[in-house]
């Protein structure tokens, strides 16, 4: 329970937030045809979708951040449980599955819109649809501009980045959702706190003034495996800037997966472990990944192990999404109980 005390707290305080935001922002309303340029396509909405899908928990989350639980014809794809504040609004959603959905699924749904999270549900690759199955449909779709990546040749590429991802990526996704829902008054509501949030943390800094070094582990097969891990520009990367540190993984992969010979020479000062809910291998549980940092041989001589400088994270935060802000949060508030950060 512990663990999930921050996380707790700081969704108390957006709901917070976000209520007072929603009745004293002011923002336009929303003209119709709206068009938009998301991720190199165009799409244009001549009214606000009333049976929109959210494909992959970081659009869906928006969505019901957002409000718009009515609007909503389904959700698919979820790797982590829903926000617990967003319990409540989730349940009146259809869930389609928390796996890859089939496009005759969601097409079985009547909708009129299509939100998607990441490429591998909604792009060129896609075993689940592409972009123009839809619009031949006439349905209109977006494609989170966080996963959304130009780094081989102007190509859409998803795996690596060759910028920091920040949270104006973010910010522009809710602005552009709560437009085309025209609720745009709850999304500058929703910016506004993440913004405050944002700020209470960069004002963080280690005792002594040194930038700490992070790896962030989200999970493995095995313990003789290599590890996933965040790589130095995704969200991890961020979240270690955001702290006034630095990813010890110097890799451009979103994942780079990695031995623990070269996870050890990269001798981190805090190391992150992931919280998954999906179980599909033993360390995707935190304990287990403490347990094997403390025992194993080699990992135990880690100044980071020896220093108990190992902190608990949602592993869902460690993507690009809503809950980034969440797991920073989580991560401050453990380093401030051990002296690492003020």
């Not at 957006?14 to 190199?40: E, K, Q, R, S, W």
């Not at 989170?144 to 973010?170: A, F, I, Q």
């Not at 996704?173 to 700020?199: H, T």
């Not at 979103?254 to 992150?272: R, T």
């Amino acid at each position: 329970m512990s663990r999930l005390r921050p996380l707790l707290t700081a969704l108390s305080g957006l709901v917070l937030a976000t209520a007072i935001g929603a009745a004293n922002a002011f923002a336009a309303t929303t003209t119709y045809p709206l068009t938009i340029d998301n991720c190199g396509v165009k799409v244009t909405f001549e009214k606000a979708p009333e049976r929109a899908i959210g494909l992959g928990q970081n659009s869906a989350e928006i969505l019901l951040l957002l409000g718009l639980e009515d609007r909503m014809a389904g959700t698919a794809f979820w790797p982590s449980k829903v926000l617990p504040q967003l319990a409540a609004a989730n349940e009146k959603v259809k869930l389609l599955t928390v796996e890859f959905p089939t496009f005759e699924g969601i097409l079985a749904e009547n909708p009129d819109f299509v939100a998607a999270a990441l490429p591998s549900l909604l792009g060129p690759d896609s075993k689940v649809a592409k972009r123009e199955d839809f619009e031949k449909l006439g349905v209109p779709t977006y494609l989170s501009p966080s996963t959304c990546l130009k780094t081989d040749g102007g190509k859409d590429v998803y795996g690596s980045r060759d910028t920091l991802w920040s949270m104006d990526l973010l910010y522009k996704e809710i602005d552009e959702l709560s437009q085309i829902f025209d609720v745009a008054d709850r999304g500058q509501a929703l910016i506004a706190d993440f913004k405050a949030r944002e700020a209470a943390l960069r004002a963080t800094v280690s005792p002594d003034g040194r930038k700490l070094s992070y790896v962030f582990w989200f999970s493995s097969p095995s313990p003789s495996a290599d590890a996933y891990l965040g790589g130095k520009n995704g969200a991890s990367g961020y979240i270690a800037n955001l702290l006034g540190g630095v990813n010890a993984i110097d890799a451009a992969a979103e994942w780079p997966a990695l031995g623990w010979e070269a996870i050890i020479a990269s001798n981190p000062d805090v190391i992150v472990v992931a919280s998954l809910d999906r179980n599909r291998w033993e360390l995707d549980k935190p304990d287990a990944k403490i347990k094997f940092l403390t025992t194993d041989p080699a990992t135990s001589q880690m100044p980071a192990v020896k220093n108990n400088a190992i902190v608990v994270m949602d592993g869902q935060a460690m993507n690009p999404t809503v809950r980034t802000i969440f797991g920073a949060e989580q991560v401050a508030e453990q380093l401030k109980a051990r002296g690492l950060l003020k």
